[in-house]
């Protein structure tokens, strides 16, 4: 009999230590899980037409200005001494001179200058763009308050863009077969 109790002690022991362990992973992989949630994931290997393919928009353009921006900070921080007010900064904007449309949603009308905004977050693929440069600039959107672009747009001084991809980019989004470019495999 006492042996039998004595099972039934240590047979409790070992589940018990079972079910510490599958909550230890289980906490484990959240943690992963919610930590590469705001982690900045981009595509590796796209070609050119694929990157076209999957922009809202493609311009040739002149980077103006970047221009300042005034910190959004929440209630809970205002009376903070610590707060750092840049930290409440999440894009940065900047006016874009576009001097050539290739591709843009069909119902918008692209002239002129716009406001192009990139965040300034790692986690959301932080993008600068080169003041007083012309850049090819694809990214996302329709310019409603602004253009779109970060880390993973195709965002290039336009001076080393191929004769190839410019060729293509002016031939137009309607001379490539985007359902026959594979789509590229994606990293973080």
């Known amino acids: 009999m006492e042996g039998t109790k004595y099972f039934s002690i240590a047979w409790t022991d070992v589940t018990g ?70 930290n409440f900064i999440y894009f940065y904007k900047y006016r874009v001179k576009v001097e050539e449309v290739f591709k843009k949603p069909t119902s918008v009308h692209v002239s002129g200058t716009i406001i192009v905004q990139t965040p300034r977050m790692p986690g959301m693929c932080v993008l600068t763009l080169p003041v007083g440069n012309e850049v090819l600039l694809t990214g996302f959107g329709d310019g409603n308050t602004a253009w779109d672009a970060n880390a993973c747009s195709w965002v290039q001084m336009w001076e080393e863009v191929t004769s190839d991809s410019k060729m293509m980019l002016r031939k137009g989004i309607e001379s490539i077969d985007c359902s026959a470019i594979a789509r590229p495999r994606w990293s973080g």
């Open 17 to 86: 230590s079972r079910m510490l362990l599958k909550l230890c992973i289980v906490y484990v992989v959240l943690a992963q899980l919610l930590n590469s949630v705001s982690a900045c994931t981009c595509s590796w290997g796209a070609s050119d037409q694929r990157q076209i393919c999957d922009a809202s928009y493609a311009f040739r353009a002149v980077v103006e200005e970047e221009i300042p921006q005034t910190p959004e900070i929440p209630d809970w921080a205002r009376d903070e001494p610590d707060v750092n007010p840049d």
